[in-house]
């Protein structure tokens, strides 16, 4: 049985940090990502990175001040994100390839690559 357990997020003051984390359970993944959707937009990748190599991509809304990374023993991924802005404000989505098709140095920010989906954690930076 997989399951996809998010973690983190909360409410924060601009300029501050938070850091939400992803655990698989039944799962074992290559590529993972982080995708967040803001009230009335479209679901945005904003992190990938690649199960080998460390090859990373960022939106450029949060170059800079987000940084992805992951633990493979323990079937974790982490979003570390600074300085935070209202416009961060968002459901944050982790999500997770377990197709090798692409090879293990592969990601992208396309929703479609990914067919594992967490269930969604509230980031909200105050205004």
């Known amino acids: 049985q997989f399951e996809f357990v998010e973690s983190g997020g909360g409410s924060v003051q601009p300029g501050e940090s938070l850091s939400v984390s992803c655990t698989a359970r039944?799962?074992?993944?290559?590529?993972v990502a982080w995708f967040r959707q803001a009230p009335g937009k479209e679901r945005e990748g904003i992190s990938c990175?690649?199960?080998?190599?460390?090859?990373?991509k960022y939106a450029d809304s949060v170059k800079g001040r987000f940084t992805i990374s992951r633990d493979d023993a323990a079937k974790t991924m982490y979003l570390q994100m600074t300085d935070l802005k209202p416009e961060d404000t968002a459901l944050y989505f982790c999500?997770?390839?377990?197709?090798?098709?692409?090879?293990?140095?592969?990601?992208?920010?396309?929703?479609?690559?990914?067919?594992?989906w967490g269930q969604g954690t509230q980031v909200t930076v105050f205004s």
């Open positions: 999500a997770a390839d377990s197709n090798l098709d692409r090879g293990l140095g592969y990601c992208d920010l396309t929703s479609s690559t990914y067919n594992f």
């Open positions: 039944g799962l074992n993944f290559y590529a």
């Open positions: 990175l690649s199960s080998s190599r460390g090859n990373t």
